[in-house]
Structures are given as structure tokens and as C-alpha cells.
């Protein structure tokens, strides 16, 4: 979909999540291909954290994010697949109060042409909590470049067009 290149680019404040036992900011290559790929669309990176797989260290780290003012959108990468460890859609059960069904399905879409029918191992998930947008990636760099390349990238562009995430900001904590 196009860009309106005369309407004004709006930047977002991006939190980053690594959901990980084993990574550290050294060695975190989702992270920083996110944290590049963030900065390069014009964005800002607010924070970014790694926590190991544990529901409740996850729900944490995303409930402060929600709660700053400064973070309009947390991206996680990490801790989507079926195994025991890999929590992070149920972290994210506990803190969405919507869920956006169509960012999963899309990812999984977009990554199948990746690398076939392993997509489906994949839970990434997405939602709202008072105001700020929730999207979870697998924890593969490859993972990480679909998504951000193939959806968010244009959504989270303001002059994204037909719409995009950014205009309905001001509209999310509407009742």
C-alpha cells in the first residue's frame, strides 16, 4: 500500500521486549535487527529489556510500558512457540483488553512464504491495553524482519494509506 508523502511523518515511541532464557544484549540479534529496523523508519526506541520465558516478569515489563505515557507500542520478540517455556501469548492474554486477530494471521500468512508450513508453530499475537498497542514476533531474526518489513513498518507509519495504526492513537481509550 502507498505512502502519502505529503502528509507529515509522525514518529512513535517503540518499547523492546526480548523474551528470552538464554540471550543478553550482547548476543540479542532479534533485539537489535528490531532496534535498527525501528530507528531507520523514523521511530524512537523508549526502552528495551530482555526478560527470561516467565509469565509474570513478562506481564510486568509490558504493564510498566503501558502504564509510561512515553511508550505508544511495545514490540516483543521471543517466547511465541508451543513449547513448555514459551509463554508470551499468555502473558499477553493477561494484559490485552483487545486483541487484533488479524496481525497473527497476516504473520503467518507473510511467513509461510519463508519458510513454508513451520509458520504454523508460530503464536504471534498482538492487542491494545489502555492506549498502547501489543505485538508479539517469534524470536528468529527472519521472524522479526517479516514482521516489521512486511507489517508493521507501514502500519505504524502515519502517512500509511489506506489507514494505519498511528491515526487511531488518539481514538484507543474511547468507552
Known sequence: MPI?????????QIAVLTVSDSRTLADDRSGQTLVERIEAAGH?????????????????ALRGWIADPRVDVVITTGGTGVTGRDVTPEAF???????IPGFGELFRWLSYASIGTSTIQSRATAGVARGTYLFALPGSTGAVKDGWD????????????????????P???ER
Open 4 to 12: 502519502d508523502e505529503s502528509l507529515p511523518f509522525q514518529p512513535v
Open 44 to 60: 524512537r526506541v523508549a526502552d528495551r529489556r530482555i526478560v527470561s520465558d516467565d509469565t509474570g516478569l513478562i506481564v510486568e
Open 93 to 99: 492474554a493477561q494484559v490485552c483488553e483487545k486483541d
Open 150 to 169: 512486511k507489517i508493521l513498518r507501514d502500519q505504524l507509519d502515519s502517512r500509511h494509506k489506506p489507514c494505519n495504526f498511528v491515526e487511531l492513537m
Open 171 to 173: 481514538r484507543l481509550t
